[in-house]
């Protein structure tokens, strides 16, 4: 039987999305509804003022200017919509964005409905080309072989440099059509392209079994609509089943919608809990725990008489956990009720809201920045574990210029390209002295190393083959990836039992039975 739905708290539909602002070519999106506005008569400047009215005048004064005199017979809603992408990109906010109608369309309904897809979760390249952050298992993308940080550069044979996340509508189709994506992956020279046919995708984000002894295990890939729903239904399935210490994954969890996360976060923390404080330019909000119209605890749960709940929590997260689910993972770390296993989390603490304008289009813009319940900024921060697991992921791969193979460089060579070798060499970890151009002897020196690292002759020259090499050389393998490895953190403990062959969960895993077996 499923528990009764409990009121979602915080329906402002805040969206907090991923680094790069996630969306789910087939799956979730952060969902769109009515978001808060600064109301006339509050704090900072009001909208209805006469100067604010006399900068719109402005506006619809150049407006008409191009539109009716210039040469080039612009159309008047292309200019209107040029305006606004221009009041947007000049706010200099990275998660700022301008939807078109259609892309709005496709925003919404991804949230809402079942559509045609690959199954990826992508991000925008600083080049504005789409970066798949996670692969569905069981999707077309991960059948065919796609990996997470594979960059999408083309669709159906069109590059797509600069379209950022609108380019997510070209993947997007009619289920048993077929796409096809070029993809560079990081560490290999040559583009791959993957020819796909789209599914029928409904997502669903959380998902839990049973481990063996008393340990529960659930792993949430972000927080859409009905995340906190499944997060009730999957407790309380696990607790019937006997679970008496609980894993929750949240690895590659990109966030999604605050509402959601709230509620989830809900049957873990008593009743006036504190879980996150939201500062507004115009205000500051503290929600806490129960404070929804309707508000009960979970029933099922045999919470303790303090409204404790009653069974130790291990969160494991990574570098890919970010937002929403930093904030649930924060809330439960710093009240007590979990101990956090994996790497340092993203660190992203502030707010977009999705507004929708009268031609259908939309705008996000971030309107506010958010701290725990108890004051800890996340922002350009993140969650720092209790327990440090490394080598959870590799990595991550710098941008970089490739290098040419027409040319060949040597020590004295001058320019640009040697700017780039510079750079690419001093990113791998090798001392290749200032990037100046000047193909200097700590230039070569640092070249004859990679050369030798990577099984090439060691001639201090770029021939094709160490272009090459370079070009396509991943962080891991060199010593500038292998210093960002973590050093565990905390008391040494002995290896993960091999329980499900996935050593992070094992690890957690583990620590449940210590903690249950009263042992430390």
């Given at each position: 039987m499923k528990p009764?739905?409990?009121?979602?708290?915080l329906r402002r539909a805040l969206v907090v999305g991923f680094v790069l602002i996630t969306l789910l070519v087939a799956g979730v999106l952060p969902a769109f509804t009515p978001l808060p506005v600064r109301a006339a008569g509050e704090t900072g400047a009001d909208a209805s003022t006469g100067s604010t009215a006399g900068l719109g005048a402005l506006i619809a004064e150049a407006f008409s200017l191009i539109s009716f005199n210039s040469v080039l017979s612009p159309d008047p809603a292309q200019v209107a919509e040029n305006a606004i992408r221009g009041m947007v990109s000049g706010l200099r906010d990275y998660y700022a964005s301008y939807y078109t109608p259609e892309a709005m369309d496709a925003f919404v309904s991804s949230v809402f409905?079942?559509?045609?897809g690959v199954g990826v979760e992508i991000g925008e390249?600083?080049?504005?080309?789409?970066?798949?952050?996670?692969v569905i298992p069981g999707m077309p993308a991960d059948k065919a072989g796609m990996l997470a940080g594979d960059v999408i550069t083309a669709?159906?044979?069109?590059?797509?440099?600069?379209?950022?996340?609108e380019a997510a509508s070209k993947i997007r189709g009619e289920p048993g059509t077929e796409v096809v994506l070029t993809v560079r992956r990081p560490g290999q020279a040559e583009p791959l392209t993957?020819?796909?046919?789209?599914?029928?995708?409904k997502m669903v984000t959380v998902e839990s079994e049973m481990l063996d002894g008393q340990t529960g295990y659930i792993r949430v890939t972000s927080f859409d609509e009905d995340t906190d729903q499944e997060m009730d239904e999957a407790l309380l399935k696990l607790v019937r089943a006997g679970a008496k210490g609980l894993i929750i994954d949240l690895r590659d969890n990109p966030g999604g919608m605050l509402t959601s996360c709230a509620g989830a976060i809900e049957p873990f923390l008593p009743e006036k809990y504190p879980f996150l404080r939201v500062e507004w330019t115009w205000r500051t909000d503290v929600y806490k725990v129960g404070e929804s119209e309707g508000y009960a605890p979970l029933a099922g749960i045999p919470y303790k008489d303090d409204g404790t709940f009653p069974y130790?929590?291990?969160?494991?997260?990574?570098?890919?956990?970010?937002?929403?689910?930093?904030?649930?993972?924060a809330s439960l770390q710093e009240?007590?009720?979990?101990?956090?296993?994996?790497?340092?989390?993203y660190g992203k603490g502030c707010v977009q809201s999705l507004y929708s304008l009268s031609s259908g289009a939309g705008v996000k813009i971030t309107t506010a920045t958010w701290s725990t319940g108890l004051g800890h900024k996340l922002d350009g921060v993140g969650v720092a574990p209790d327990e440090v697991i490394p080598g959870m992921s590799p990595p991550e791969e710098p941008d970089f210029f490739p290098l040419s193979s027409d040319w060949v460089f040597r020590r004295g060579s001058l320019g640009s390209d040697v700017v780039c070798l510079q750079m690419r060499l001093n990113q791998l970890g090798y001392k290749a002295g200032p990037e100046d151009g000047v193909f200097s002897v700590a230039t070569e020196a640092a070249l004859k190393q990679f050369q030798v690292a990577v099984g090439l002759p060691r001639t201090g020259i770029t021939d094709k083959a160490t272009a090459g090499a370079l070009n396509g050389a991943s962080l891991a393998d060199h010593p500038a990836g292998k210093a960002l490895v973590p050093t565990p953190t905390g008391p040494v403990n002995p290896p993960p039992l091999k329980l499900t062959g996935d050593k992070p969960v094992d690890r957690c895993a583990q620590w449940l039975t210590n903690v249950l077996a009263g042992r430390k």
């Open positions: 009764p739905e409990r009121p979602k708290t409905g079942s559509f045609g390249t600083d080049e504005r080309y789409l970066k798949v952050i996670a669709v159906d044979g069109v590059d797509i440099k600069g379209q950022g996340l993957f020819t796909l046919a789209r599914e029928l995708i130790p929590v291990a969160v494991l997260v990574n570098r890919n956990t970010a937002s929403a689910a930093e904030i649930f993972a009240w007590g009720v979990a101990r956090i296993f994996g790497e340092k989390t």
